[in-house]
């Protein structure tokens, strides 16, 4: 066992996988000398080269054109996006490309092109810096799409999409790469695309995933103090969703709330929500409800806080469950 951050636990797991495959590289702006924005890559240059972890000029859709075109000589490309607003120029490369490769071809080929994205507000940033773009990658069919919410899951996550033959997206949940947890380097414990129930309850079940996992742990000790059982299911895996671990947690609670940082228009928690009505509909006491982001551009950092979810938001649809 050893102690990480998040973002060191990234770190070691690039490391692992660059050190077990001469194949594998990094490419993306910044990533080498410098170490990245949130120096997630620092020291791999100088440790592997810098034709193993490649600085990109800024430039979106060649970092991942270039990888399309390196996964099919053998290679597994590892794309880092500095920021989740800059994906967007490379949001073909991605959804009409990269994702298609493997259909297009009748599985006679595939693409282990894996691309890392830092995610989420709550780091008082400017414009295009928080955004929460995974409903939008989620659509699209023939990526894989996870988002670790702890320093064991982000060690062995990474490791886990470079090794799938399909595209995985990973997004980062920023804000919380400096929070610190155990890893067990020497077992998973877990498929990186399963959910996991990270506490028992029985009253009502709240689904989170990435930088929301510590926000619903904490409403749910606070629920517990007026009396209330309410179990926490980290999604872990946006694409391909477990909706098995969901659907046997809300037939045991009989109430469900779905929180993200997303809009909750058009975003993930809707999904969950159709899926569970259709698959737990006799089992729940109340409505599915969503705690997410507003339908609005991501806001000035002065007021973020009001946008993000906090414990008492979810709180007040835990008691508005619990009233039905």
Known sequence: MATMTIAKAITSGLRAVLADDPKTLIMGEDIGKLGGVYRVTEGLQAEFGADRVVDTPLAESGILGTAIGLCFRGYRPICEIQFDGF??????????????????????LSAPVV???????????????????????????????????????????????????DPVIIFEPKRRYWLKGEVDTESAGRDAFSAQVVREGTDATIVAYGPLVPVALAAAMAAEEDGNSVEVI???????????????????????????????????????????????????????LRVGGFHMPYPLAKVEEQYLPDIDRLLEALDRSLAY
């Open 87 to 108: 994906v967007f120029p490379a949001f073909n490369q991605i959804t009409t490309q990269l994702a298609k490769i493997r259909s297009r071809s009748s599985g006679m």
């Open 115 to 165: 691309i890392r994205i830092p995610y989420g507000g709550g780091i008082g940033s400017i414009e295009h810096h928080s955004e929460s773009p995974e409903a939008l990658f989620a659509h699209t069919p023939g990526l894989r799409i996870i988002t670790p919410s702890n320093a064991h899951d982000a060690y062995w996550m990474t490791q886990q999409a470079v090794a799938s033959e």
């Open 234 to 288: 980290d999604l872990r895996s946006i694409s391909p969703i477990d909706f098995d671990t969901v659907t046997a947690s809300v037939e045991k609670t009989g109430r469900l709330i779905v929180t993200h940082e997303a809009p909750t228009f058009g975003g993930i928690g809707g999904e969950i929500a159709a899926r569970v009505g259709e698959r737990a509909f006799l089992s729940l006491e109340a409505p599915v």
